[in-house]
């Protein structure tokens, strides 16, 4: 009605213009969606390249990590605490981290109906199949999102009988041992027989008590792999591929190094062929699991110990620094007894790894192996309720204070096949909400108090502490070996030196 009351001039000039505005909104709409296109193919592209949502940054901004292992347990199934419970547990701390959630240690179903009788039943108790893995972390992730799930596999295991978790192919003995790690390819003086037997008594696959003249490989439950076999190699990577497909967001490699140590060790030549064909090896397979991340779309992360990365610098050795996303620590024995930790040798370690590696994330934990010898059977079995507390309080402001994270104590770890003071009275598995440790409402209020807490960095503490005593390199030459825990105690038995 308001058009027709115009002189045609003024109809004119308003049909012109409405068609400019038409024109106007149709190059707009066209530069919007040409606009959307390539902003998606751009996050197609970044996430190929590995930069995805989950990209390297995000990992720096943890504040609140925990050792949860795993999060569907034996001992959990005993107690009745289920996996709602268990996210309640990560929403109340504001958990950002999850480390070793699931350890991939013996041979994994992808369900327990695959298993029959006793089997069965305990792979449903214990939550060890890669469904129940792939139902927990969608679980987890439909409450806590962005939660950081880390998975993970040893580098120092092969069982006589295994099979490959992606291509379903079963390998028993003897190709098994086959794959097994033979010192005297390379032409070093020690024989396969003799190294795997030591290791094996490291590990009780075969009793201490027993001379090596009676090793047997056929009949040995598993072997200490060699990590520059192109099977071995695949199938380590397929254990990673597996979690990942399960949604694993990271995968921690414990003992990804220790083969490079030993025959180092054994030759008694850091540049040795044999070391350096073994570290080019470890590398290859962080690299690995890299690219199938990013084949998926997803940015994994991928950690190990921190020593090797001290050890070469030490040596000055001319190794490029490992392909590692974030890389783990433990204290020792002695300070977690002592309930003091080692400032100097602390700062110098952690100045080596950022000198070498950048502001690369350094998590610290309370590491375990078979024994009650180690940091954690020191500190559940020798330290009182009080005690207990206290070295979790004091670590967590020691290592915040030097931008590294130190990850709570808050289910799992193996306290010892000797271990006397068990979880709930039952288990050998550590849990702070047990009574006969308690040390949950410690961990709730240090995460509680993170989220108010600006993170530091090293580069501050070392500025405010301009006057500290270096302890120099004689002093890390003398206290190598306690970054390789446990590999300290290995090396004294596989090489008896």
Same mark, same amino acid.
């Given at each position: 009605?308001?058009?027709?009351?115009?002189?045609?001039?003024?109809?004119?000039?308003?049909? @012109?213009?409405?068609?400019?505005?038409?024109?106007?909104?149709?190059?707009?709409?066209?530069?919007?969606?040409?606009? &959307?296109?390539?902003?998606?193919?751009?996050? /197609?592209?970044?996430?190929?390249?590995?930069?995805?949502?989950?990209?390297? *940054?995000?990992?720096?901004?943890?504040?609140?990590?925990?050792?949860?292992?795993?999060?569907?347990?034996?001992?959990?199934?005993?107690?009745?605490?289920?996996?709602?419970?268990?996210?309640?547990?990560?929403?109340?701390?504001?958990?950002?981290?999850?480390? /070793?959630?699931?350890?991939?240690?013996?041979?994994?179903?992808?369900?327990?109906?695959?298993?029959?009788?006793?089997?069965?039943?305990?792979?449903?108790?214990?939550?060890?199949?890669?469904?129940?893995?792939?139902?927990?972390?969608?679980?987890?992730?439909?409450?806590?999102?962005?939660?950081?799930?880390?998975?993970?596999?040893?580098?120092?295991?092969?069982?006589? /009988?295994?099979?490959?978790?992606?291509?379903?192919? &079963?390998?028993?003995?003897?190709?098994?041992?086959?794959?097994?790690?033979?010192?005297? @390819?390379?032409?070093?003086?020690?024989?396969?027989?003799?190294?795997?037997? /030591?290791?094996?008594?490291?590990?009780?696959?075969?009793?201490?008590?027993?001379?090596?003249?009676?090793?047997?490989?056929?009949? #040995?439950?598993?072997?200490?792999?060699?990590?520059? *076999?192109?099977?071995?190699?695949?199938?380590?990577?397929?254990?990673?591929?597996?979690?990942? !497909?399960?949604?694993?967001?990271?995968?921690?490699?414990?003992?990804?190094?220790?083969?490079?140590?030993?025959? #180092? @060790? &054994?030759?008694? !030549?850091? *540049?040795?062929?044999?070391?350096?064909?073994?570290?080019?090896?470890?590398?290859?397979?962080?690299?690995?699991?890299?690219?199938?991340?990013?084949?998926?779309?997803?940015?994994?992360?991928?950690?190990?110990?921190?020593?090797?990365?001290?050890?070469?610098?030490?040596?000055?050795?001319?190794?490029?620094?490992?392909?590692?996303?974030?890389?783990?620590?433990?204290?020792?024995?002695?300070?977690?007894?002592?309930?003091?930790?080692?400032?100097?040798?602390?700062?110098?370690?952690?100045?080596?790894?950022?000198?070498?590696?950048?502001?690369?994330?350094?998590?610290?934990?309370?590491?375990?192996?078979?024994?009650?010898?180690?940091?954690?059977?020191?500190?559940?079995? *020798?330290?009182?309720?009080?005690?207990?507390?206290?070295?979790?309080?004091?670590? !967590?402001?020691?290592?915040?204070?030097?931008?590294?994270?130190?990850?709570?104590?808050?289910?799992?770890?193996?306290?010892?096949?000797?271990?006397?003071?068990?979880?709930?009275?039952?288990?050998?598995?550590?849990?702070?909400?047990?009574?006969?440790?308690?040390?949950?409402?410690?961990?709730?209020?240090?995460?509680?108090?993170?989220?108010?807490?600006?993170?530091?960095?090293?580069?501050?503490?070392?500025?405010?502490?301009?006057?500290?005593?270096?302890?120099?390199?004689?002093?890390?030459?003398?206290?190598?070996?306690?970054?390789?825990?446990?590999?300290?105690?290995?090396?004294?038995?596989?090489?008896?030196?």
């Amino acid at each position: 009605m308001f058009r027709k009351t115009l002189n045609p001039v003024h109809n004119s000039c308003t049909f @012109k213009v409405m068609s400019m505005k038409r024109s106007h909104t149709f190059l707009v709409g066209l530069a919007a969606i040409i606009i &959307i296109v390539v902003l998606l193919l751009c996050v /197609r592209y970044r996430s190929h390249m590995g930069v995805s949502q989950t990209g390297p *940054n995000k990992l720096s901004d943890v504040k609140v990590g925990v050792v949860y292992e795993n999060v569907r347990d034996r001992l959990q199934y005993y107690i009745g605490r289920d996996l709602d419970d268990v996210i309640e547990i990560f929403e109340d701390l504001g958990v950002d981290f999850v480390f /070793r959630g699931f350890w991939r240690w013996s041979p994994c179903p992808q369900d327990c109906s695959q298993l029959k009788g006793v089997a069965r039943e305990l792979c449903m108790e214990s939550g060890y199949s890669y469904s129940q893995l792939q139902e927990s972390i969608l679980e987890i992730k439909r409450e806590m999102p962005d939660i950081i799930f880390c998975g993970s596999i040893p580098a120092q295991k092969l069982d006589r /009988r295994v099979w490959n978790p992606v291509t379903g192919e &079963i390998i028993d003995y003897p190709e098994t041992w086959g794959m097994a790690l033979d010192p005297s @390819k390379w032409g070093l003086p020690m024989s396969k027989e003799e190294f795997q037997c /030591r290791f094996a008594q490291t590990h009780f696959w075969f009793s201490p008590e027993k001379d090596c003249g009676e090793y047997e490989p056929s009949t #040995a439950p598993a072997y200490f792999p060699d990590i520059t *076999n192109e099977k071995f190699q695949e199938l380590i990577v397929a254990w990673a591929k597996k979690q990942i !497909d399960c949604g694993a967001d990271a995968i921690w490699i414990d003992m990804l190094f220790t083969q490079v140590r030993m025959l #180092a @060790k &054994i030759s008694g !030549d850091p *540049n040795h062929v044999a070391v350096r064909e073994s570290y080019e090896a470890a590398c290859r397979v962080v690299n690995e699991i890299h690219q199938y991340g990013a084949s998926k779309g997803k940015y994994i992360y991928v950690g190990s110990w921190a020593g090797i990365v001290v050890w070469t610098s030490l040596l000055e050795l001319q190794y490029e620094p490992p392909p590692l996303d974030f890389v783990t620590f433990t204290p020792s024995i002695s300070e977690v007894l002592s309930l003091q930790l080692d400032e100097q040798k602390w700062d110098l370690w952690i100045s080596t790894v950022r000198d070498k590696m950048g502001d690369i994330p350094i998590f610290v934990f309370v590491d375990w192996a078979s024994t009650i010898k180690t940091p954690l059977g020191a500190f559940s079995q *020798n330290l009182t309720q009080e005690q207990q507390c206290q070295f979790i309080e004091m670590a !967590d402001r020691f290592f915040s204070e030097r931008g590294v994270v130190f990850l709570y104590p808050l289910h799992g770890g193996y306290m010892g096949r000797d271990a006397v003071k068990l979880s709930f009275g039952v288990s050998k598995v550590y849990d702070s909400l047990a009574p006969e440790f308690q040390t949950y409402n410690t961990i709730l209020k240090l995460a509680n108090e993170k989220g108010s807490v600006r993170k530091h960095t090293m580069s501050e503490y070392l500025a405010s502490n301009k006057d500290a005593e270096s302890p120099g390199k004689e002093f890390l030459m003398q206290d190598i070996l306690t970054i390789f825990y446990p590999i300290q105690s290995i090396l004294k038995a596989v090489t008896h030196k």
